[in-house]
């Protein structure tokens, strides 16, 4: 129940407030992950979104410099964690336990990741603004 909500619920509601309204719905709209079979589904679009969000992040750092890029990695970095600890160590925990650790360990990253890039993508966005 934890990690099907990390994957239709937290990674889509971060990726709505950063406007990626495609691969919200599309992680919204999975199944029920209840077993390890929805687990494999969701991990495909749990790939898609995480591609859709680092071009969407690596897009709103712009053609800046290299040298530049150390202030932005440091907000990125503030900003995943920010978005990490809203799911909590508890939905981790129950999520570990209900699927395989290996195939739950890779969606869970890549929720984070996820819920990481659309929050730099806003932080950058409101900093530009």
Not at 4 to 17: E, F, H, K, V
Not at 69 to 98: D, F, I, K, L, N
């Amino acid at each position: 129940m934890a990690l099907d909500w990390l994957i239709r619920t937290y990674a889509p509601t971060w990726l709505a407030a950063a406007g990626l309204t495609g691969p919200e719905l599309q992680l919204a709209e999975l199944a029920l992950v209840k077993d390890a079979i929805e687990l494999q589904e969701a991990l495909v679009a749990l790939h898609a979104a995480r591609r859709e969000t680092h071009a969407a992040w690596s897009s709103a750092l712009g053609a800046a410099r290299p040298a530049a890029w150390t202030p932005w990695a440091a907000g990125r970095a503030t900003a995943r964690e920010a978005a990490w600890r809203s799911a909590g160590a508890a939905a981790w925990a129950a999520a570990r336990v209900a699927v395989g650790e290996i195939a739950g360990d890779r969606a869970r990253a890549m929720s984070r990741d996820i819920a990481a890039d659309a929050a730099a993508t806003m932080s950058r966005a409101a900093r530009a603004g």
